[in-house]
């Protein structure tokens, strides 16, 4: 791996640490430069600005498994641990965090989480059913999601946190897949 590439992916863990951590606006690029150990400069020289690095620290992709290849009964369950994952993975899948945690305070944060959400959970929603219910089905789905995230890695409020990911599908698992699937899935 070339030196460059080497110094952009520290620049990006850096940010992903320093947004998810402190949000869009706390985090400044010097700060990241320090983390990254390498001169601020060189994260403009790379990224343009902090609203490009910003922009490429936040990129999500779900990668939802195809609906196809899961059970009926099995959506909500499959759909929670594969969030599950995304948000307790790997920190190259911190761009959820760092979106979730600025999306309150910063617009370009917002219509990111909006339009991953539009791109990758609508089409998996729209294939388990009625394509005329599918927004109907997807909204609530996306409350369960990201109000979930918001309460355990954003609020980190104890009895969220505390619970185990077993706890967190037995129990939010069939609601999920009441939403996914409309009055199908009741």
């Known amino acids: ?6 110094s952009r992916q520290a ?6 640490q320093l947004f998810a951590k402190q949000g869009y606006e706390a985090t400044t690029v010097r700060e990241v430069a320090e983390r990254a150990q390498i ?4 994260v403009i020289r790379y990224f343009g600005s902090k609203d ?17 290849h899961i059970a009926a009964p099995d959506i909500g369950r499959a759909l929670l ?8 993975g790997a920190a190259s899948k911190q761009g959820m965090a760092v979106l979730l945690r600025s999306a309150a305070s910063n617009s370009y944060a917002a219509t990111k989480m909006r339009e991953a959400f539009l791109a990758q959970v609508m089409p998996f ?23 979930l995230a918001v309460c355990r890695y954003v609020l980190k409020l104890p009895p969220v946190v505390e619970l185990s990911r077993a706890e967190l599908v037995a129990a939010l698992g069939p609601t999920l897949q009441r939403y996914a699937l409309g009055a199908a899935g009741s």
């Open 11 to 16: 620049i990006l863990a850096a940010a992903r």
């Open 39 to 42: 001169d601020p400069a060189m």
């Open 1 to 6: 791996m070339k030196k460059s590439d080497r």
């Open 125 to 147: 929603i729209t294939a388990l059913g009625d394509p005329a219910t599918a927004p109907r089905r997807a909204g609530p789905v996306a409350t369960q999601l990201l109000g």
């Open 81 to 88: 641990e594969h969030f599950l994952e995304i948000w307790e």
């Open 52 to 68: 490009g690095l910003f922009a490429q620290a936040a990129s999500v992709e779900l990668q939802l498994p195809s609906a196809a």
